[in-house]
């Protein structure tokens, strides 16, 4: 099954709206804005969705994490995996 552009995209601004977000820590929201680049980059989509759900599960066990940036981070990282082949 090819993996959906609109799912990417829709993910990609969430991540986004997550690196403006200044309740999280600096060093989460640099994470998120690499996993963020990693899906939008031209490599190999399945790739990226791997990386960016590794980032992601590294940066939710950050303490200082708030819980609702948590909250967000695990639903896209199951929305990621549902989307992996």
Known sequence: MPIDKSE???ISQMLELMVTDTSIPRNVRSNLQNAQQKLKG??????AIGSVIYTLDEVSSDINLPMH???MIWNLMSELESMKG
């Open 42 to 47: 031209g490599t190999d989509p399945d790739l």
């Open 8 to 10: 990417l995209e829709k």
């Open 69 to 71: 940036a948590r909250t």
